[in-house]
């Protein structure tokens, strides 16, 4: 039991230095969120703003219908409920909803591999592995990002681990807790079946061919089973989301990348994945591994490699879609490690591993050099960043809350460029301002109407404000034609709108605001 709280405590001063550095680095970066993390944060208000205003059964509406980007909503919920409390405080800002909904994500995330690893391997080898994780550049730049694979990889492992405490299905609690966290992890986000299926029906195979207490067993499987599939029915195929099988059949056929070897292709990502450093030091660890592999648990190596295989398949490729089988790669590591023989080599190798991730950690986020040209969603926000147009949200920020309008009614901000229209819509509904930004390219090519569907008028009439943006329309699709015909249509239209204000971004490009003044009193 002392084990137990040292081990506790371990995990707790380890979540709280993550907490501190992280709100570190989300408080001296200035940075402009869009793309699917602003749209996860803007879905978190929203659902404070439904349990604000109408309870609980607000929520549940919110909940149930996923739409939008076709992903569900557990993560917008958990983050509304700590949006909430942060409220109560007076803490309520969008870095203090990163900082805190990912922590508890991270907590999760670090109780439930060490519990993983101490139940197949031994305390020590968990706590290791937790340890290593949490050090691992994927995952705490991600944990300064609002994106859904950090949760997912939380969820996965926390189901996992309920998996494992079923003790091959005999364990009603343990299998009714499993079914219910399996649901939970498909609401995280669509993606789930994939880490979740192949280690499952594994560990079920084995579970039901063991010969003591067969009918509790297969009991026991059919609850677990019969929840999961009854509750993400009740989710994916209820009245509200009649669309969102097609929405995820256009992400899988649109969104295409037919490389097959596209993973293989990115191993250099270990730089900013694992990191450098410690993709060389577990390099004997891997060959051991690779040695003794039929010796080693089929179940981690099922959690580790089938999503890599299956997301081979999938059309629609990004690093970050493998996140969650990260965890089970570290436990792996951790029991090659103490499966050294000699006591001294041991602790000396795993002080060379702890040194790595952490002298990784401390290059990471305060050296200067680092690189940060790549992708944020791609790879995360590993340290400081400053954005040269972060000052424009602020200017239009000031610009709206001057105009005073009254607060009857809402008023729509439509914008033709996507880059400053999804922060400011965070920003609208965090400060309560009755404004809505909407953007015709806020959404992926799956979404976005074919040309000559759209009667850009009747839309461009619609707005109270219009937001432009020079600069030449890049043609690379059906995007850039929906910013072309639109702006077409506000020269076209240009007597119902004033220019009320302007500004210049970083480019030397002007942006421009135009009030309809045939709609605004």
């Known amino acids: 039991m002392k084990l137990e709280r040292k081990i506790l405590l371990i995990i707790i001063i380890i979540l709280c230095f993550h907490i501190l550095i992280n709100f570190y680095i989300l408080y001296n970066s200035k940075i402009i969120r ?3 993390d602003a749209n996860y944060i803007s879905d978190s208000f929203r659902f404070n703003l439904a349990l604000s205003n109408e309870g609980y059964k607000g929520v549940m509406q919110q909940f149930l219908n996923i739409g939008g980007m076709g992903h569900p909503k557990f993560f917008s ?129 084995s579970s039901l061919y063991i010969k003591e207490k067969t009918k509790e067993r297969r009991i026991n499987f059919s609850i677990t089973l019969f929840l999961f599939l009854i509750f993400v029915s009740v989710v994916y195929f209820n009245a509200y989301n009649k669309e969102l099988v097609k929405i995820l059949h256009g992400k899988l056929l649109v969104c295409t990348n037919s490389d097959f070897f596209y993973y293989v292709r990115r191993f250099p990502l270990c730089y900013l994945y694992l990191g450098n450093i410690f993709s060389i030091v577990i390099l004997p660890l891997v060959l051991s591994y690779i040695v003794n592999i039929k010796k080693r648990n089929i179940f981690l190596a099922l959690y580790l490699f089938s999503p890599f295989l299956i997301f081979s398949f999938v059309p629609n490729k990004t690093p970050r879609l493998l996140m969650p089988a990260l965890p089970p790669l570290f436990l792996l590591l951790a029991s090659e490690v103490f499966s050294l023989r000699h006591r001294k ?111 850009w008028k009747e839309y461009l009439l619609t707005a109270d404000y219009v937001v432009d943006k020079t600069g030449d329309i890049k043609k690379r699709g059906v995007l850039e034609d929906i910013t072309g015909e639109f702006k077409k249509s506000l020269e076209e239209n240009a007597h119902f709108f004033k220019k009320v204000y302007s500004c210049r971004d970083s480019n030397g490009d002007f942006i421009f605001v135009y009030k309809n003044v045939k709609k605004i009193i």
């Open 34 to 36: 869009e793309g699917d």
């Open 77 to 205: 919920l958990i983050a509304s409920f700590i949006c909430e409390s942060l409220k109560k405080i007076r803490l309520e800002s969008i870095n203090s909803l990163i900082l805190f909904t990912n922590a508890f994500f991270l907590f999760i995330l670090l109780i439930s591999v060490y519990g993983i690893g101490s139940i197949l391997y031994g305390k020590k080898i968990g706590l290791l592995a937790a340890i290593l994780l949490s050090f691992s550049p994927v995952i705490f730049s991600f944990s300064r990002m609002f994106i859904l694979d950090f949760p997912l990889a939380a969820m996965i492992s926390l189901s996992f681990l309920a998996l494992l405490k079923t003790k091959n299905f005999s364990s009603l609690f343990f299998s009714v807790l499993t079914g219910i966290l399996f649901s939970i992890a498909q609401f995280t986000k669509e993606t789930a079946i994939i880490f979740i299926l192949p280690p499952f029906l594994y560990y079920s195979f």
């Open 345 to 455: 080599i041991r602790k000396m190798y795993i002080g060379i591993l702890i040194f790595s991730v952490v002298f990784q950690y401390v290059r990471f986020n305060f050296s200067p050099k680092i690189p940060t040209k790549y992708d944020m969603h791609g790879t995360g926000l590993l340290n400081i960043v400053e954005d040269k147009d972060f000052y424009i949200i602020e200017k239009l920020l000031n610009f709206f809350k001057n105009e005073k309008l009254p607060f009857d009614r809402s008023y729509l901000v439509v914008f033709t460029f996507r880059r400053i229209n999804c922060v400011l819509n965070c920003e609208f509904l965090l400060r309560n301002m009755l404004f809505v930004a909407e953007c015709p390219l806020d959404s992926d090519v799956v979404n976005a109407p074919p040309p000559g569907e759209v009667n």
